[in-house]
């Protein structure tokens, strides 16, 4: 007799698990990766506008001087730390997003 009463309780959980927060999570999520995608745009537009100023600027130095910065990789170095760091910034503040709705 206990036995269908137990199932019963279940299916109303699942459906109020169903009905009311697995739609908040979702939303929130959609919430955190939306802020986290539009800082990844915005920041990696400006890492690339400070690579073009970069390379602007070193083509007028002597061909001596821009063969050390083509040889040593310099340039190609500044691009991996600007990726980086626009890797790092989306990713924390796509958490801080998720951390900012889910935790109080």
Do not use: C, N
């Amino acid at each position: 007799m206990p036995l269908p009463l137990v199932g019963a309780a279940v299916a109303g959980m699942a459906s109020l698990v169903a009905r009311y927060v697995i739609p908040f999570l979702v939303v929130k999520m959609l919430l955190a990766l939306g802020i986290g995608i539009a800082v990844y745009i915005g920041i990696d537009t400006l890492s690339d506008q400070i690579v073009s100023e970069v390379r602007s600027s070193v083509t007028g130095l002597s061909g001596d001087a821009l063969a050390w910065f083509s040889a040593f990789g310099v340039l190609d170095a500044i691009e991996i730390m600007l990726a980086a760091h626009v890797t790092g910034l989306s990713i924390k503040f796509a958490a801080g997003g998720i951390k900012r709705w889910f935790i109080k």
